[in-house]
């Protein structure tokens, strides 16, 4: 069962980010302040639930919360400053749309760029943990999704309303066989050929 909160005290605001290994499309990342009572049987770490509850869960989330916001950063920003940078700066764009301020963040994963004024804790699989980062991954993951979804309309060769952008077999072949979209990470390992070095 997931945990309310960390401590009692202070505000808290879990924070997670989805697409971080995706070949194409930005990161997505979310901030959320629950209430310290908020539950649902249904709410786990986003890579725990199907993706009807996913769709199921945020609006529930979206309602319940004492505050909500995603940051985007797009496959240029991840090109030109790398993918960790990129996830840390996703969190801090929907840290800033929060209309509650909050006084902890509570970070999934091991490391974080500080936000200013605010402490932090990172927590490893801090989504199967907290709530409230449990509950930041839904939203990022769904908002991700939706968002890969409409990419897979203008280039529905990569099949991006099933793999989403990841590296799996058949966006791989994809890429293989039709090249590059202006959506991919550029910086990444999108082709076996870029694997291959001539020394």
Same mark, same amino acid.
């Given at each position: =069962?997931? +945990?309310?909160?960390?401590?009692?005290?202070?505000?808290?605001?879990?924070? @997670?980010?989805?697409?971080?290994?995706?070949?194409?499309? !930005?990161?997505?990342?979310?901030?959320?302040?629950?209430?310290?009572?908020? $539950?649902?049987?249904?709410?786990?770490?986003?890579?725990?639930?199907?993706?009807?509850? /996913?769709?199921?869960?945020?609006?529930?989330?979206?309602?319940?919360? =004492?505050?909500?916001?995603?940051?985007?950063?797009?496959?240029?920003?991840?090109?030109?400053?790398?993918?960790?940078?990129?996830?840390?700066?996703? =969190?801090?764009? *929907?840290?800033?749309?929060?209309?509650? +301020?909050?006084?902890?963040?509570?970070?999934?994963?091991? /490391?974080?760029?500080?936000?200013?004024?605010?402490?932090?804790?990172?927590?490893?699989?801090?989504?199967?943990?907290? *709530?409230?980062? *449990?509950?930041?991954?839904?939203?990022?993951?769904? $908002? #991700?999704?939706?968002? =890969?979804? &409409?990419?897979?309309? &203008?280039? !529905?060769?990569?099949?991006? @309303?099933?793999? +989403?952008?990841?590296?799996?077999?058949?966006? #791989?072949?994809?890429?293989?066989?039709?090249?590059?979209? !202006? $959506?991919? /990470? +550029?910086?990444?390992?999108?082709?076996?050929?870029?694997?291959?070095?001539?020394?």
């Amino acid at each position: =069962m997931l +945990k309310s909160f960390h401590q009692n005290k202070l505000i808290e605001a879990g924070c @997670d980010e989805a697409g971080r290994g995706c070949l194409a499309g !930005p990161v997505f990342a979310a901030a959320v302040i629950l209430p310290k009572d908020f $539950y649902h049987p249904l709410l786990n770490d986003s890579k725990q639930v199907t993706e009807e509850h /996913r769709y199921e869960l945020r609006p529930v989330i979206e309602k319940e919360a =004492m505050s909500y916001a995603v940051g985007i950063v797009d496959h240029e920003v991840i090109d030109a400053i790398n993918i960790l940078k990129a996830s840390f700066k996703a =969190m801090h764009l *929907a840290i800033d749309q929060l209309t509650t +301020k909050p006084q902890l963040l509570l970070i999934d994963g091991n /490391r974080f760029t500080t936000y200013a004024g605010i402490p932090h804790e990172c927590i490893i699989q801090g989504d199967g943990i907290y *709530a409230s980062i *449990a509950a930041a991954s839904i939203l990022a993951k769904t $908002y #991700r999704d939706d968002y =890969m979804k &409409q990419l897979h309309q &203008q280039f !529905p060769q990569y099949k991006w @309303d099933s793999n +989403k952008g990841y590296a799996t077999l058949q966006h #791989r072949t994809a890429i293989e066989e039709h090249g590059l979209s !202006p $959506y991919h /990470r +550029k910086s990444f390992q999108c082709l076996p050929s870029q694997l291959e070095l001539d020394l």
